[in-house]
């Protein structure tokens, strides 16, 4: 499996603020996930669509990097785009940016096909990509001033528009500071602002809290949310499996192809039938090991410092995971049912499509 980080270690956005989908009007949440052999979302509701991808394809030679994918994305909604490093992600979001042409299939973004009208895409989106894009060796002021010019901002507005993006990231004491001496997340909110002068309708962000400290993503997330809660859409891809908890809808996507999508709520649905056991011990590893082929237990995986067991029948498996352990000289500390983490959800569906079960279609969302 390809390398890619989890929840367990790249700290939680969401701190002091309702992030996600409880508490929060959810444009995707009539969405009905329909995970595994599928990998399909049936839409709830017709459009308004921000984002459409038909059956889209992308080959470099022999290489498939994008496996006839669909997806529809609401105007006004958080979508996330999940997968680890190498799965497709930033090659769609380049597609759909209008700097890539698909092999075949169909992308609109605003209602501009991606194939005809790159030069229209671009004027009516922002894009932040994974890495800072920004000039170090400008000050924070002269970057706003530069990036404005670029994005055509009209002059008699270019004074307000500096002042709002001064204030969304919080830089309005910084804006004499030059930029490379800023901290990771302050660079990453200045970038956002940036991409959002013009204010687009759309905005995608390509692992955008990539690198940054767990306070700055926290923080990063509130500014999506107040792009969100303003209208604008916003298409965000990430390897961080904790961050699916706070997009309204998301697409699992693994080797070029949709392997699961649906609100985070949903998809953790398709995980009732199996029961999650978090266990502590004395020697992780070796307990892994000890378990691996125990008929009670369905996967051992690490999570953390500890391991997560998913298993069929929770009190029978709970019993002969003590015996198994004890004979093995392994203490137990902690052993106890969980919901499961979109990590888990994320695991679980990998592991089915490495075994085939899932059908090599493209998926919905």
């Known amino acids: 499996m390809e390398q890619w980080n989890g929840g367990h270690n790249s700290g939680q956005p969401g701190g002091g603020r309702d992030h996600g989908a409880q508490g929060r009007a959810e444009p995707g949440a009539e969405g009905r996930a329909e995970p595994g052999a599928q990998g399909r979302v049936e839409p709830g509701a017709s459009g ?33 785009f999940l997968g680890p ?18 092999t075949s299939g169909r992308a609109t ?7 005809t009208n790159p030069e229209d895409i671009r004027r009516n989106i922002g ?35 500096k002042e709002y993006v001064l204030r969304m990231a919080d830089l309005e004491e910084r804006r ?17 602002g940036c991409a959002i002068l013009h204010e687009p309708p759309i905005l995608f962000l390509d692992e955008p809290t990539s690198g940054v400290d767990p306070i700055a993503r926290r923080a990063f997330w509130d500014l999506i949310y107040d792009l969100s809660e303003a209208g604008q859409t916003v298409f965000v891809t990430t390897h961080y499996m904790d961050e ?56 051992v995986a690490v999570f953390g410092g500890g391991l997560h067991v998913t298993v069929q029948n929770a009190e029978r498996a709970s019993v002969r995971i003590h015996d198994i352990l004890a004979a093995n000289k392994i203490d137990i500390r902690r052993l106890e049912r969980i919901p499961p983490s979109m990590e888990d959800v994320f695991v679980a569906l990998i592991e089915q499509q490495a075994r085939g079960a899932a059908e090599p279609a493209g998926s919905a969302a």
């Open 85 to 102: 490093n190498g799965a497709g992600k930033s090659t769609v979001i380049r597609i759909l940016c209008g700097l890539l042409r698909p």
């Open 48 to 80: 308004p669509w921000a984002v459409e991808i038909d059956d889209l394809v992308k080959k470099f030679g022999d290489f498939v990097a994008v496996d006839h994918v669909t997806i529809r994305i609401r105007v006004g909604e958080v979508f996330g």
């Open 109 to 115: 973004v605003h209602g501009f096909d991606v194939a």
């Open 176 to 192: 004499h500071t030059m930029t490379r001496l800023l901290p990771g997340g302050w660079k990453q909110r200045l970038a956002l």
């Open 244 to 299: 699916a908890e706070y997009c309204h809808r998301l697409a699992l996507i693994n080797g070029g192809r949709i392997i699961a999508a649906g609100t985070p709520a949903a998809l953790k649905d398709e995980l009732s039938s199996r029961t999650l056991l978090q266990l502590d011990s004395s020697d992780p590893l070796e307990s892994m090991r000890a378990l691996k082929n125990e008929p009670e237990v369905d996967d």
């Open 127 to 161: 894009y932040m990509s994974q890495k800072f894009s920004l000039y170090d060796d400008l000050t924070v002021s002269q970057n706003i001033d530069f990036y404005s010019g670029i994005y055509g901002v009209a002059k008699n507005r270019r004074a307000e528009r």
